[in-house]
């Protein structure tokens, strides 16, 4: 069964396996103990810690492990902002950082910290010049993810460094997503990383604090791993993680270039689903990115529902739909950039993806895709102006056959209303793509939602039917939403 969400965990590669298995029989003592079996440990985790350091491009004594990529974050986060606090309490971050930053930005503001966002392009990239444009006195710390979690957009670190460093502030760097590819390059001051996103076990993680970066680690403090991550250390784990680190960073500066390789095969991807698939809409950087992610949305689509239906079909992917969540809301990721968030599939091969498992999804897709619509009443290859009503028995994200309103709800503005209250994703596009072509060219179709991923996708489907999206407006229940027919 093809696995396409390395981006969330990937599978443990051959030689960390062998590197915890032998470490479990070698590794097992204390590693802080002088008698020979702690001093044998102790070597391993030493050894450990220079190899890492070399993946990284830091000295080991800068490095140190830590229970998870997540506690990495947050250890790094606050022990810079407590060691700045006479600077100030402000803390910056990109709007589309890993949710391990937006929970400690969290804690930080309730302990009366302030945090600030830099905005992102459709593509999901900040602006060197908007982080340079953010930067203030009291700016105690810089958060930038190496490339996104969801989209694979890389960020321009190496630039925001320099800004960083040129104004006196630190820069953290969540590398999760990107170690396995390279070096973060750029004068960054923190860096953290997470062992399962490269091959290595879940469980370890990795913090860096360059030399002369100003450093206070919170919480009781513990003698090991220089205060900065309490416990006794996971040795097997550790030893496997760098092993496999080590080994994966090896293997593309030595051998062929599988990050060359899995690039090509997600260019494949880029291309033909837009071709296979009517409606979608592949999101990310085309250019600026890792090599083995790529996101796509399409129209009309239960995500949830999508996501089961690959399943079945023995693909396991990821998505940043709200309807694969409890939550009912759209990744942040997506809603930051602005795009389409339905139907919403993130593909990441892992090493050793084949061309021909390649094939075979982009074969899978399109008929998965058409049977999902199908259930929503929106028959593949369809207009938006000739999508027909919703079929029965469709879920629980159907729509009846009539959801117009027979008249403009109180306060609106005149034209067509669509009720679409209480009902999930697709179904607020689904109606208005059925009553858009009904009404004359320059009149109103006004959506009414309490779904939060119709903010996302009713201004997206709009970009994409070349529709005129006037605006939001607040309504009884939920939001109204307003368009303007141009074609």
């Known amino acids: 069964m093809p696995y396409f969400d390395a981006a969330s965990a990937a599978p443990l590669h051959p030689v960390a396996r062998d590197a915890l298995l032998a470490s479990l029989d070698e590794g097992w003592a204390d590693p802080a103990r002088l008698y020979r079996e702690g001093r044998r440990a102790r070597l391993l985790l030493d050894a450990a810690r220079e190899a890492a350091a070399e993946a990284v491009g830091c000295r080991p004594d800068e490095l140190v492990f830590t229970p998870s990529g997540t506690q990495a974050v947050h250890s790094g986060i606050f022990g810079a902002l407590a060691a700045r606090r006479r600077v100030g309490r402000r803390l910056l971050h990109s709007s589309v950082e890993?949710?391990?930053?937006?929970?400690?930005?969290?804690?930080?503001?309730?302990?009366?910290?302030?945090?600030?966002?830099?905005?992102?392009?459709?593509?999901?990239?900040?602006?060197a010049e908007d982080v340079a444009a953010a930067l203030r006195p009291d700016t105690a710390l810089v958060c930038l993810q190496s490339a996104n979690h969801e989209v694979g957009t890389e960020q321009p670190v190496e630039e925001v460094a320099a800004l960083c460093r040129e104004a006196g502030v630190p820069l953290l760097v969540d590398a999760a997503q990107s170690l396995q590819w390279g070096r973060v390059p750029g004068a960054w001051s923190l860096l953290a990383g997470s062992a399962h996103k490269w091959g290595g076990p879940p469980g370890v993680g990795l913090l860096v604090v360059r030399k002369g970066t100003r450093f206070s680690p919170q919480g009781p403090l513990d003698e090991r791993e220089s205060?900065?991550?309490?416990?006794?250390?996971?040795?097997?784990?550790?030893?496997?993680?760098?092993?496999?680190?080590?080994?994966?960073?090896?293997?593309?500066?030595?051998?062929?270039?599988?990050?060359?390789?899995?690039?090509?095969?997600?260019?494949?991807?880029?291309?033909?689903?837009?071709?296979?698939?009517?409606?979608?809409?592949?999101?990310?950087?085309?250019?600026?990115?890792?090599?083995?992610?790529?996101?796509?949305?399409?129209?009309?689509?239960?995500?949830?529902?999508?996501?089961?239906?690959?399943?079945r079909a023995g693909f396991s992917v990821s998505s940043g739909s709200s309807c694969t969540s409890s939550t009912l809301i759209p990744s942040h990721v997506l809603r930051a950039m602005g795009v389409l968030s339905e139907g919403n599939v993130r593909v990441s091969l892992p090493y050793g993806t084949s061309e021909a498992e390649v094939d075979r999804f982009l074969e899978v897709l399109p008929e998965t895709v058409r049977s999902v619509r199908d259930r929503l009443g929106v028959p593949a290859g369809e207009s938006a102006a000739t999508v027909p009503a919703a079929a029965d028995g469709a879920g629980a994200g159907s729509a009846p056959e009539e959801a117009v309103a027979p008249a403009p709800a109180e306060g609106s503005p005149a034209g067509t209303v669509v009720d679409a209250l209480g009902r999930r994703c697709p179904i607020p596009v689904i109606e208005l793509a059925k009553v858009i072509g009904r009404v004359p060219v320059g009149d109103t179709v006004t959506v009414l939602s309490d779904d939060e991923a119709a903010r996302l996708d009713i201004p997206a489907w709009c970009a994409m039917r070349e529709q005129e999206y006037v605006g939001e407006r607040a309504a009884e229940r939920g939001a109204a939403y307003v368009v303007r027919r141009r074609v």
Do not use: K, Q, W
């Open 227 to 311: 205060g900065r991550a309490a416990g006794f250390e996971n040795l097997p784990a550790i030893v496997a993680a760098a092993a496999s680190l080590r080994a994966v960073r090896a293997a593309a500066e030595s051998g062929p270039d599988e990050g060359a390789r899995l690039r090509g095969l997600v260019e494949t991807i880029r291309a033909r689903v837009p071709e296979l698939v009517p409606d979608v809409e592949v999101v990310g950087d085309p250019v600026h990115r890792l090599p083995h992610m790529v996101t796509f949305s399409c129209l009309y689509v239960d995500g949830e529902t999508l996501l089961h239906e690959l399943d």
């Open 98 to 127: 890993h949710s391990a930053v937006l929970h400690a930005a969290e804690v930080h503001a309730a302990a009366g910290g302030t945090v600030s966002e830099v905005a992102v392009d459709r593509a999901g990239r900040v602006a």
